[in-house]
């Protein structure tokens, strides 16, 4: 994202991103589709109608879940995920609402438009239309819940920040840090009914709020208007039962997560993530997420990335349905190479979505420096894995960023910006030898990138894995980064190599002077490489 863009301009660039009119006989790939329908019924339309609608283009048939919108108003909802002309067919246990037809045409996406993130290449992330994707995100518990300015200035501040994956809580929080009320909650309240000492209120879990909903969706589609992907945290425990909705039964659960769906799988800037925390949800088991891991993958008919993060204890990252690791793993930043030992136990993308927080808490989690958080992105990094921001400055006028959001107040968003735009250069990084070498990755695109990290030295002397394979006599180009002070220095001279055993180095026996501060890096491109680009 060019952190020049503004709000407006970013508004106004992306307001052709998403359709909502059922009306609209054309529509882009990836795009979303709506039919409404009305009808009314004197049994509960949220658990007692069944409708689903079933679209075809001849080659391809995909069965979509309607659903509720108050009102005597019901809608289906379809992402197109191929060009052509699709035609569909209701049906429902309402009479009202069945054998209803209607066809639309697909044409294919422009623009900023790349269709859902997907797996790609086993440890990496593409857009459906095959455009990278390196997820570079943050943490806003409570995005839905403050205020409107409070969420405008958030969505300005995003779109000038480096960042494009967001992770969000659809239910509330009640925390020492985050303990205002909501404006909107996802179920009706039971008139006249007195909840338990401790309690907020008594919910009717067999109706939603159609309110609460079509505010989440207005700011999913916020976010992907700037580009950003809405990692969706279905459940969590920072509950503790005074709103409720971490002790729902298990139908309860279901029929919750089936309504997620098959209001929001039609966007396709959402990840589904189960839960933040899984294990710190005392009532429920194993088996319990399991079905509610399995039902929210079945009721997905377009197959959105799907994870669980962790607290204390993994969960089963190689069960099939889970398409990436969200992993909380402080210790896996202490020494080179660490963080790549849970990509080699899983082989799955690992995006490490805390790494603890930049900020002035009083505790562990909450009180980063600067610069140790960007010290981790680019441990993750290194190993060609992934990191996710958070930032916790608190006040007396200032709730913290991965609380409710507003502004950013720390030092590491821009640097984390600086390594997203090394990567994007370099393509998804793997280390070369990771038994000797492990502060050495080689870049997809060719380049190898040296990490430095604490380390202060004064001078490098040229050298690489034999593992690097690159032949006796390459010319080697070199640039030096501050990757805290955010510059590139190209060195002024060329390296030649020459192997000697495990490593590669130049023939000469050339050094590279440095400047003695810590958080440097280096990128060694060949010239070959460097002539072809």
């Given at each position: 994202m060019d952190p020049k863009l503004t709000f407006a301009a970013a508004w106004l660039a992306f307001i052709s991103i998403f359709s909502h009119s059922s009306a609209q006989e054309k529509i882009e790939q990836w795009s979303r589709f709506e039919v409404g329908l009305s009808a009314k019924t004197t049994q509960n339309p949220y658990t007692d109608v069944d409708l689903t609608a079933v679209f075809s283009n001849g080659k391809e048939t995909v069965t979509v879940t309607g659903f509720y919108d108050g009102d005597d108003r019901y809608k289906i909802r379809f992402m197109p995920t191929s060009t052509g002309k699709w035609e569909y067919i209701t049906r429902s246990n309402l009479p009202a609402l069945s054998g209803q037809r209607g066809e639309l045409e697909c044409v294919p996406a422009k623009g900023r438009n790349h269709g859902m993130v997907q797996v790609y290449h086993t440890y990496d992330f593409r857009y459906a239309d095959q455009t990278p994707y390196y997820p570079f995100g943050t943490t806003m518990y409570a995005f839905l819940h403050p205020d409107t300015e409070r969420e405008e200035q958030t969505l300005r501040t995003l779109a000038q920040s480096p960042f494009n994956k967001?992770?969000?809580?659809?239910?509330?929080?009640?925390?020492?840090?985050?303990?205002?009320?909501?404006?909107?909650?996802?179920?009706?309240?039971?008139?006249?009914?007195?909840?338990?000492?401790?309690?907020?209120?008594?919910?009717?879990?067999?109706?939603?709020?159609?309110?609460?909903?079509?505010?989440?969706?207005?700011?999913?589609?916020?976010?992907?208007?700037?580009?950003?992907e809405c990692d969706l945290i279905l459940f969590h425990p920072y509950d503790e039962g005074y709103f409720g909705f971490d002790r729902m039964s298990r139908d309860n659960d279901l029929r919750y997560v089936k309504y997620v769906v098959a209001r929001l799988s039609s966007f396709r800037n959402v990840w589904w993530s189960l839960a933040n925390e899984w294990d710190l949800l005392r009532q429920k088991t194993r088996e319990d997420w399991v079905e509610i891991l399995e039902t929210v993958a079945q009721s997905d008919p377009y197959g959105h990335l799907l994870s669980i993060h962790n607290g204390k204890v993994y969960f089963d990252y190689h069960h099939p349905l889970i398409t990436h690791c969200s992993i909380q793993n402080e210790s896996a930043y202490e020494e080179f190479g660490r963080a790549g030992l849970i990509k080699d136990c899983y082989r799955k993308p690992v995006v490490f979505d805390e790494i603890c927080y930049e900020g002035n808490f009083p505790n562990r989690w909450g009180s980063l420096s600067g610069q140790e958080m960007t010290y981790r992105f680019w441990q993750a990094a290194l190993v060609g894995t992934y990191a996710t921001h958070g930032e916790t400055f608190t006040s007396d006028d200032h709730i913290a960023w991965t609380e409710k959001g507003a502004v950013l107040r720390g030092e590491s968003a821009p640097r984390i910006g600086f390594l997203r735009g090394i990567i994007e250069q370099t393509g998804p990084l793997t280390i070369i030898d990771n038994w000797r070498y492990p502060n050495f990755s080689r870049g997809r695109n060719g380049q190898v990138v040296i990490y430095l990290g604490k380390e202060s030295p004064q001078e490098w002397t040229f050298m690489v894995p034999t593992r690097t394979r690159w032949a006796d006599g390459t010319r080697v180009k070199v640039q030096v980064l501050d990757t805290w002070n955010m510059t590139v220095a190209d060195v002024n001279d060329t390296f030649v190599t020459r192997s000697v055993g495990y490593e590669i180095n130049d023939r000469q026996g050339k050094t590279v002077p440095l400047p003695g501060r810590p958080y440097l890096a280096l990128i060694l491109t060949p010239e070959e490489f460097e002539n072809r680009e």
């Open positions: 967001i992770r969000i809580c659809l239910f509330p929080k009640t925390y020492e840090y985050n303990n205002e009320e909501p404006r909107y909650f996802p179920y009706r309240e039971v008139e006249g009914a007195v909840p338990d000492s401790g309690r907020r209120a008594v919910w009717d879990f067999s109706r939603f709020d159609p309110d609460f909903f079509a505010h989440l969706e207005r700011r999913i589609d916020d976010l992907g208007r700037l580009g950003i």
